[in-house]
């Protein structure tokens, strides 16, 4: 049951929330009883963290197991200088007592795997805010086994991609549009290739938005669309994405059925064994 | 009659350039555009395409914004002015 009433203080610090009808008192305290896990607090994650601490999400599960470069700080706008050599999760919790104590971050400094990602409490959403294909595919599967809204977001260059699985039981899922992670050594990383430090910042703005919509469950969703972002030519298009009956996750005949089938490494398909 | 493919991402990067014209004839397909493509591209050709010449899974063909999958494939006759698209998934964050 959620507690309706926002102290003084909340009532100030969340004014601009509280006045509009479509999110109001009733909307600002679920936000405040919501509960979101972001995977990543590098350069998506920097910008989820920072509009969920500010729009009051009360628990934020934050997923890191790296530490701060230096190299990182022009993007990862939550972690500074200062922070460099100590682990993300805890340079970002910092940011966040720093800016809101009305949310809780619960740091977790792992690697997601099938077995660690069993280990997290429970939460409302999940924002998939990494960089490797291995914990994207973890995190679809999981996801969409378990039932829980999945707002994707990834980065590449000048270019992002956006959505967002409600996994609601009708699809799609990130599998629908690709079946298999491409080859390793195919898609060079953002260390090899570089990428536009506001990029991350304009993506994970969106994975943010999305998220607060899913929280405050007002508004449409990216569900069944793919935004993709061309920040050198400036546009959005948007792509079409349908449940695929062939998807093995959550296709006509699912090969797929627990996360622990699959080999999250290389092109995360079906152990071999 | 004359195609615009548009491409995405390290797509983009191997053919030098984000948009490419090919020339097709009336009553030719989406599959034969992309061979147009990948003649001129011989980069983007072992990218997109399995030593079978099979399309790699996780390559998307989108005529006019929607996968061809959703159509008649590769197979999918071509109209003038389609926009077509080849994007692979990106994994950076």
């Known amino acids: 049951m959620t507690d309706l009433r926002l102290s003084a203080t909340q009532l100030e610090r969340y004014s601009r929330h509280v006045i509009m009808d479509e999110v109001g008192p009733e909307g600002q305290a679920r936000l405040l009883a919501g509960s979101v896990l972001v995977v990543g607090a590098g350069g998506l994650g920097s910008p989820v963290v920072q509009y969920l601490a500010a729009a009051g999400v009360g628990r934020l599960g934050i997923v890191d197991d790296d530490v701060v470069d230096r190299s990182n700080l022009q993007r990862q706008v939550i972690h500074a200088d200062g922070d460099v050599g100590r682990p993300k999760v805890e340079s970002a919790r910092e940011f966040v007592d720093r800016l809101n104590p009305d949310v809780t971050v619960e740091p977790h400094e792992l690697r997601l795997s099938a077995d660690t990602i069993a280990t997290l409490p429970d939460y409302d959403l999940v924002v998939d805010a990494s960089d490797n294909f291995a914990t994207r595919y973890l995190l679809n599967d999981y996801c969409a086994l378990e039932g829980i809204p999945l707002v994707h977001g990834a980065i590449y260059r000048f270019e992002g991609q956006l959505t967002t699985f409600e996994n609601d039981g009708d699809g799609p899922c990130y599998r629908c549009l690709f079946p298999e992670a491409p080859e390793p050594g195919t898609v060079p990383d953002c260390a090899t290739t570089g990428v536009l430090g506001v990029l991350p910042g304009t993506v994970g703005c969106i994975q943010a938005t999305e998220a607060v919509k899913l929280v405050l469950e007002t508004g449409e969703p990216l569900t069944g669309r793919l935004l993709v972002y061309d920040a050198m030519d400036m546009r959005f298009d948007t792509v079409e994405v349908r449940q695929n009956p062939d998807c093995p996750l959550c296709g006509e005949e699912p090969t797929i059925e627990s996360i622990h089938d699959v080999a999250y490494e290389g092109r995360c398909t079906l152990s071999a064994d | ?93």
Do not use: C, H, Y
């Open chain 2, 1 to 93: 009659m004359t195609q615009q493919w548009k491409l995405f991402a390290d797509l983009a990067e191997l053919a030098g350039e984000r948009e490419v014209t090919v020339d097709t004839a009336p009553g030719e397909t989406v599959g034969d555009a992309l061979d147009a493509l990948l003649a001129a591209n011989p980069d983007l050709e072992t990218r997109v395409r399995d030593d079978d010449g099979t399309l790699r899974p996780e390559i998307n063909v989108l005529r006019n914004g929607a996968d061809v999958a959703s159509e008649d494939g590769l197979g999918t006759e071509l109209e003038a002015d389609d926009e077509l698209a080849l994007f692979p998934p990106v994994s950076g964050g």
